[in-house]
């Protein structure tokens, strides 16, 4: 197996250094000028990373929303991962998950009565659609932007997961990063997500000390735990047993976490339906789902696949279905709210 995993490597090294080089290349000309990177008028805050997901950036952006929505007329930009459509989608009444994807959706369902939900590709498109159409608008907190070099947020948040930090981690196909390392100089702070509940001082210094080699000096590291909540049935009015025996379906980035949590809270899972992430559920596979159990199996999934399941469950089979929605607990809440708090305090009194 070794032999094979090192023949393998081999093969997919031209690969891997040409990939980097295209990084590297396209890097050096924003860097230099030569490709341009523009700067909203508008106060902007990204939360992105340099994997291919699994980091938390959904409750992060909620986190954001939550500490500034009060304060500032605020619009979420994403470019809506999986959705059918195309261009600018404002969220409204008619939203669903194949409209403007999932972890939108789910921004529209918490937030819907106090900010702007939208969708583009193009992310300065985007933001320049969002000041023509909502002139009241005061911040736009993007979604995923951080390797998209031809907008220049103002904050900009590099989430990276404690259990595969960016800098223990390598270019695809060797690993799971998807910009290089050194673009972490982008980055106005750190947040190491998915933190164990203990996490001692000596090994929080260590991870700054590995940060900082591929940050800006001064750039603070905050630390991040996963808040589970409790599990709530689709039908509301259907409470969860925990006595009963349960399957878990998902379609994220690292499904393993979540049936950790799951099994660690004494729950009995039957069996596991993996599916890739932002994956767009068929009838037949959700008929799948529930034909290959007993029919008193209860399904426990994420609230980012709920938006996607619900509006394609029958009365009878909702009572089925529960999720756990999640949050974030910023460790030294005070420090990164009042840095937060400092940046976009920052932006006006320069405009």
Request: charged share 25%; proline share 4%; with cysteine.
């Amino acid at each position: 197996m070794k032999v094979i995993l090192l023949l393998l490597k081999i093969l997919l090294f031209p690969l891997y250094g040409l990939y980097y080089t295209v990084i590297f290349v396209r890097n050096w000309l924003f860097d230099a000028g030569i490709l341009k990177s523009v700067p909203p008028k508008v106060l902007t805050i990204n939360v992105g990373n340099l994997s291919l997901g699994g980091t938390g950036k959904t409750p992060h952006v909620e986190y954001l929303v939550r500490l500034l929505s009060d304060k500032y007329k605020v619009s979420t930009l994403s470019r809506g991962y999986g959705r059918k459509t195309k261009g600018f989608v404002l969220a409204d009444e008619r939203a669903t998950a194949e409209r403007i994807g999932d972890e939108p959706m789910q921004y529209y369902l918490k937030f819907k009565d106090k900010i702007n939900v939208v969708v583009c590709e193009s992310r300065v498109k985007g933001v320049e659609e969002i000041e023509q159409k909502f002139g009241d608008n005061q911040l736009i907190i993007l979604d995923d932007a951080f390797q998209h070099r031809n907008i220049a947020p103002y904050v900009n948040l590099l989430l990276s997961d404690y259990n595969k930090p960016f800098y223990k981690d390598a270019l695809v196909p060797f690993g799971r990063l998807r910009d290089i390392r050194r673009s972490a100089r982008r980055a106005d702070a750190i947040i190491i997500t998915k933190c164990p509940s203990q996490l001692t001082e000596e090994e929080k210094e260590k991870i700054r000390t590995e940060t900082s080699i591929y940050t800006k000096a001064g750039v603070p590291v905050f630390f991040s735990k996963i808040r589970y909540q409790n599990i709530i049935g689709y039908a509301e009015t259907v409470t969860f047993d925990e006595n009963n025996s349960i399957g878990v379906l998902t379609a994220i980035a690292k499904p393993e976490v979540f049936v950790q949590f799951l099994s660690e809270s004494s729950l009995v899972i039957e069996k596991n339906f993996d599916f890739p992430d932002h994956h767009a559920f068929t009838r037949k596979e959700i008929d799948k789902v529930l034909g290959a159990n007993r029919k008193d199996l209860q399904i426990i999934t994420t609230e980012k696949d709920m938006v996607k399941l619900k509006p394609q469950l029958s009365e009878a089979e909702l009572k089925r279905f529960f999720y756990v929605p999640i949050e974030i607990e910023v460790e030294n809440k005070t420090a990164f709210d009042s840095f937060i708090y400092a940046k976009t305090a920052s932006f006006y009194n320069k405009h």
